[in-house]
């Protein structure tokens, strides 16, 4: 059972840098790999970001690739996204999940957080 809580959203100028955190409840966090997502208005609901139980394996979508950081702290029970040369695109909603599997976590997590908006403005 992992309960997860997005914050760190907010507005933007194009160029700019937010930095969004997932912070999780239940004691085997560590054991999970974590995930970010993202939801424009009018778009399914899409991938970003992925990084393993032990922080050590990461992979993202090719449409950020080079501008966002996934990381984890495990200590504090949480994940973040570094999110760098922002773009208007990338103005969603971003959720957080989580599954124990390395292929769950991007193609059908087990827990997903509320979402917090990421608005980038041009």
């Known amino acids: 059972q992992v309960q997860l809580v997005e914050s760190g959203g907010g507005l933007v100028q194009a160029g700019g840098s937010l930095r969004l955190s997932c912070a999780a409840s239940?004691?085997?966090?560590?054991?999970?790999?974590m995930g970010w997502f993202r939801q424009a208005p009018g778009k399914e609901r899409e991938f970003v970001a992925k990084i393993s139980s032990g922080g050590t394996r990461t992979y993202y979508a090719d449409s950020v690739k080079g501008r966002f950081t996934i990381s984890r702290d495990n200590a504090r029970n949480a994940v973040n996204l570094q999110m760098n040369s922002l773009k208007p695109d990338d103005t969603a909603v971003y959720y957080c999940a989580a599954d124990r599997l390395w292929a769950g976590v991007q193609g059908g997590p087990d827990y997903w957080g509320q979402g917090t908006q990421v608005t980038v403005s041009s």
């Open positions: 239940g004691r085997t966090f560590s054991d999970h790999a």
